[in-house]
């Protein structure tokens, strides 16, 4: 007899609220062998439902034939609000949105208009100039945030450990730096991630610390080419500025301002994001 399952018409009961549950009734057929039943009610019934996640099944015995290897099992799929991690695990969440960035130098100049009879001036990419400066604008800037909680067993905690963590606040990776999260590798380059610090909280039970560790990732860039200064280089967290003077445009018979250096600086320490241990 082949095994089946099917859904009973009394189930999908709910709760709602911050302890929310779901629970889905089924009959399984066609097993005496209660290893077999646990291993088809599993591979068979959905492991997540309606956002929630699979807690638990139940199996109870309507009647078995272990002669004849048949039977029927009540089962009983039960699921919840993902549990929070275990000590030592880690979760993870992120955030793609970014920052912002005031810039005074555009990546192209796709257009320029005048009157008729007029040319506009080459302002060589510069953004927003007036007789005096360059006042440019605020652009999205590309940004990873990401955060990982981790449960942290009390007998490690130490303040020797809460002193690394203030001292690499805010720090860039100076040396290649990666996370694994559920199997799954993030890597950075020295110069794309900051550490941007860590909160914490101890249980109620006094047997854990809860840390949260927040990063932001930056990428590294080559070949950045702003007027007519070519191959500049910068690291994801580095500053770039531009420095202009008066130049005149012939075509367009006035002064304009035009980028003459760019300077790439560094405005945030470096530092061993190893010193963190196993986040």
């Given at each position: 007899?082949?095994?089946?399952?099917?859904e009973?018409?009394?189930?999908?009961?709910?709760?709602?609220g911050?302890?929310?549950?779901?629970t889905?009734?089924?009959?399984?057929?066609?097993?005496?062998d209660?290893?077999?039943?646990?291993?088809y009610?599993?591979?068979h019934?959905?492991?997540?439902?309606?956002?929630?996640v699979?807690?638990?099944?139940?199996?109870?015995?309507?009647?078995?034939?272990?002669?004849?290897?048949?039977?029927?099992?009540?089962?009983?799929?039960?699921?919840?609000?993902?549990?929070?991690?275990?000590?030592?695990?880690?979760?993870f969440?992120?955030?793609?949105?970014?920052?912002?960035?005031?810039?005074?130098?555009?990546?192209?100049?796709?257009?320029?208009?005048?009157?008729?009879?007029?040319t506009?001036?080459?302002?060589?990419g510069?953004?927003?100039?007036?007789?005096?400066?360059?006042?440019?604008?605020d652009i999205?800037?590309?940004?990873?945030?990401?955060?990982?909680?981790?449960?942290?067993?009390?007998?490690?905690?130490?303040?020797?450990?809460?002193?690394?963590?203030?001292?690499?606040?805010?720090?860039?990776?100076?040396?290649?730096?990666?996370?694994t999260?559920?199997?799954?590798?993030?890597?950075?380059a020295?110069g794309?991630c900051?550490?941007?610090?860590?909160?914490?909280?101890?249980?109620?039970?006094?047997?854990?610390?809860?840390?949260?560790y927040?990063?932001?990732?930056s990428?590294?860039?080559?070949?950045?080419t702003?007027?007519?200064?070519i191959?500049?280089?910068?690291?994801?967290?580095?500053?770039?500025?531009?420095?202009?003077?008066?130049?005149?445009?012939?075509?367009?018979k006035?002064?304009?301002?035009?980028?003459?250096?760019?300077?790439?600086?560094?405005?945030?320490?470096?530092?061993?994001?190893?010193?963190?241990?196993?986040?």
């Amino acid at each position: 007899m082949p095994i089946t399952i099917r859904e009973k018409n009394t189930s999908r009961g709910f709760k709602t609220g911050e302890s929310a549950e779901e629970t889905l009734l089924y009959i399984l057929e066609g097993t005496s062998d209660d290893l077999t039943a646990e291993a088809y009610a599993t591979a068979h019934t959905p492991a997540s439902y309606k956002g929630l996640v699979r807690q638990s099944i139940d199996a109870e015995p309507q009647w078995v034939d272990t002669v004849t290897d048949t039977g029927c099992w009540d089962i009983t799929v039960k699921y919840g609000v993902k549990p929070p991690p275990e000590l030592g695990e880690s979760s993870f969440s992120f955030d793609t949105t970014g920052g912002t960035q005031h810039i005074t130098q555009s990546l192209q100049t796709i257009a320029r208009y005048a009157p008729p009879g007029k040319t506009a001036p080459d302002f060589g990419g510069a953004i927003g100039v007036t007789h005096d400066s360059v006042e440019g604008v605020d652009i999205p800037l590309p940004v990873f945030n990401f955060s990982i909680r981790k449960r942290i067993p009390i007998d490690q905690w130490s303040a020797a450990y809460v002193g690394i963590l203030h001292s690499l606040t805010p720090s860039v990776n100076n040396a290649p730096f990666s996370v694994t999260i559920h199997g799954d590798t993030y890597s950075f380059a020295a110069g794309e991630c900051l550490f941007l610090g860590a909160s914490g909280d101890e249980s109620s039970a006094s047997d854990f610390i809860e840390v949260t560790y927040k990063f932001a990732a930056s990428p590294n860039k080559t070949g950045i080419t702003i007027g007519d200064i070519i191959g500049i280089a910068k690291k994801g967290w580095h500053y770039l500025w531009v420095r202009y003077e008066d130049a005149e445009d012939s075509s367009a018979k006035t002064i304009v301002k035009k980028p003459v250096a760019a300077y790439v600086e560094k405005v945030i320490e470096e530092a061993n994001l190893g010193l963190l241990g196993s986040v």
